[in-house]
């Protein structure tokens, strides 16, 4: 049996379809697209196995490469931003409830292994690039908070919640 997805994604105007070989399965969050310094786009999803999903462009304005799964320990929510350095990073919501995060070792190269944040969150991340080049990732909390945590310099280490 052929499995095929589509998926309408609201930055590109476009439809996405894969066969079950190349394909996160059924997505169960809607996605983030991201450019990279280079132009590719990247885009990610929360897919199948609760993992983290991701293809990208093999060129600027090119073909697309197939799915392919980062793993994760996510139950639901995935945002992603772009590094000041240009290595992208992304982030979802863990099954403990924490934030969890995995980041590109190098700008369009590989990726780290997942990573926690902390934090006890109940709703999709939501992540930017401050005026100064770091990252902030916040999500709310169930105590109806909005917590928030940043990076201490660009592309560095995170300080606590906020």
């Known amino acids: 049996m052929l499995l095929v997805v589509a998926a309408t ?9 894969a066969s079950a070989e190349s394909t996160p399965g059924e997505i169960t969050i809607s996605d983030t697209t991201l450019r990279n310094c280079d132009n590719r786009l990247e885009d990610f999803v929360f897919g199948s196995g609760d993992a983290l999903w991701h ?4 060129s600027a304005g090119g073909s ?8 994760g320990p996510l139950i639901y929510g995935i945002d992603a931003s772009r590094n000041a350095d240009c290595r992208l990073e992304a982030f979802g919501i863990g099954r403990n409830q924490e934030m969890y995060h995995i980041w590109q070792t190098t700008p369009g190269g590989g990726w ?12 999709r991340p939501y992540s930017r690039r401050l005026s ?4 902030e990732v916040c999500a709310w909390g169930p105590d109806d ?18």
Do not use: F
């Not at 994604?9 to 379809?17: D, E, H, K, N, R």
């Not at 697309?64 to 793993?71: D, K, P, Q, V």
């Not at 780290?112 to 709703?123: K, Q």
């Open 9 to 17: 994604m609201p930055l590109l105007g476009t439809t996405v379809a």
């Open 55 to 58: 293809r990208w462009q093999t």
């Open 64 to 71: 697309w490469s197939n799915w392919e799964s980062l793993g």
């Open 112 to 123: 780290s292994g997942w990573d926690s944040l902390g934090g006890i969150l109940v709703d």
């Open 132 to 135: 100064d080049g770091r990252l």
């Open 145 to 162: 908070i909005y917590h928030c945590k940043a990076q201490v310099s660009p592309g560095g280490g995170w300080g606590g919640w906020y």
